[in-house]
């Protein structure tokens, strides 16, 4: 049974089709084979009761349908198929009310003609103007009623149970019918909401939540200026002769614990990651979320960063690193339309990509802006000058230790 159902869902199947139309060729299937079934059974009980005339049509009725499918599979003409079911649907039942003598004596069969509005409703045909041909046949149905031959051939007893017979079946297939639609519907939307989920948490992974939120809202350049911010660079030490030395695998590896590491310290102490470039990480504190403790908090970030990579190797590698930070007004957002990202604009942003490059190595080098923020929760050593492109001389410190040790974040 398994492998028949199989069979039956494959038929008319081809390679181009998307989900929807597969879905809508297999009910149609499934249905003219169901009701070719029950028209079997319905012309053998209508010859057993010695309507030879009313046995015909539902007779004729599954000999065309089979004949259909069979066509459909070889030729797969889906609109083709689906309109000659459709019609057989609604123009059959409707002859057989006519040849048992109308609506009463024929046990409302005409009911049957409701599959075929139904089905083009589930089908994806035009199933409001296939809901008016049900009703004109019912109508017409209707109006032949009292010029047709009433007397009843077949017992009170039998008419009732073809009665309830005809009612209940073309509920029971319909019922299926929408059941197993709803069913696929269900399973496509969980597929849909799993999908989603996947494509928030991804377009989390590349923006921060609210950015991202506001540009599903509202798909436009966004663009914020925050007062007071901090910004920090840090890059590898001899990191390029140190690649020259290793396989592009191992290069990746190395790089992917470092800045996992980078992220996760990020993430503990809520800081924004903003990106990496090349062997450079780039992360900031107050946006886009403002906070007091911006300075702070960022420069704690550094120290642990640090710290961790004086203790612990890589790859069996001991790493340093050039730390900068600086903090001051700065502007933040998304621009364009494609391969989004959250960045930093101003010269914010530039002077703390300089202290980064103008740093020493297992540093954390700060601008007197950060300095003047931290000082008294932070030692600090005075480092001179150093002579920023566009900037001249600026003074600089290094950062050593916080005085009052906040808990390692891990």
């Avoid at 139904?118 to 149905?141: I, M, P, T």
């Avoid at 663009?223 to 191992?250: I, K, Q």
């Avoid at 002077?351 to 932070?378: C, N, P």
Wanted: aromatic share 8%; charged share 20%.
């Amino acid at each position: 049974m398994r492998q028949a159902n199989q069979r039956i869902a494959r038929i008319g199947i081809a390679d181009t089709d998307d989900e929807q139309v597969i879905l809508q060729k297999q009910l149609l299937v499934f249905s003219s084979v169901m009701v070719s079934v029950a028209a079997v059974i319905w012309g053998l009980l209508y010859i057993a009761l010695g309507e030879p005339l009313a046995a015909s049509i539902p007779l004729s009725y599954s000999v065309l349908s089979t004949a259909s499918i069979t066509l459909f599979s070889r030729h797969k003409r889906y609109r083709l198929f689906r309109s000659s079911q459709l019609s057989l649907m609604l123009i059959l039942p409707f002859l057989l009310s006519v040849a048992l003598g109308g609506i009463v004596n024929s046990s409302a069969v005409v009911l049957w003609s409701l599959m075929c509005p139904l089905g083009a409703l589930v089908f994806g045909g035009r199933a409001r103007r296939w809901f008016v041909a049900f009703a004109v046949v019912v109508l017409a149905a209707g109006v032949l009623e009292p010029a047709l031959n009433n007397e009843r051939t077949l017992s009170s007893g039998v008419v009732i149970t073809f009665f309830v017979a005809n009612i209940v079946t073309v509920s029971t297939i319909a019922f299926v019918l929408l059941e197993y639609f709803t069913s696929q519907r269900e399973t496509a939307f969980n597929l849909l909401g799993s999908e989603q989920e996947k494509s928030e948490a991804l377009l989390l992974n590349i923006l921060p939540k609210q950015i991202a939120e506001a540009l599903k809202v509202s798909p436009t350049t966004i663009a914020d200026h925050y007062d007071g911010a901090s910004v920090l660079f840090a890059d590898v030490v001899e990191f390029t002769p140190m690649s020259a030395e290793m396989t592009p695998t191992e290069l990746v590896e190395l790089l992917n614990e470092v800045f996992t590491y980078f992220d996760d310290v990020a993430d503990r102490f809520g800081i924004e990651k903003i990106k990496t470039i090349g062997d450079a990480y780039m992360a900031a504190a107050g946006v886009p979320s403002p906070r007091p403790d911006h300075a702070h908090v960022l420069t704690r970030m550094a120290l642990q960063v640090r710290d961790h990579f004086a203790k612990n190797d890589v790859h069996g590698r001991r790493l340093a690193f050039r730390i900068g930070i600086n903090s001051g007004p700065l502007v933040a957002g998304v621009i364009g339309i494609s391969k989004f990202s959250y960045d930093l604009w101003g010269d914010t942003v530039n002077t703390a990509s300089r202290m980064e490059s103008h740093g020493s190595q297992g540093a954390v080098q700060i601008t007197r802006a950060t300095y003047e923020l931290i000082k008294d929760e932070f030692e600090c050593t005075p480092r001179g000058t150093v002579t920023v492109k566009g900037k001249g001389d600026m003074e600089v410190w290094h950062v050593m230790r916080e005085r009052v040790p906040a808990p390692t974040v891990v």
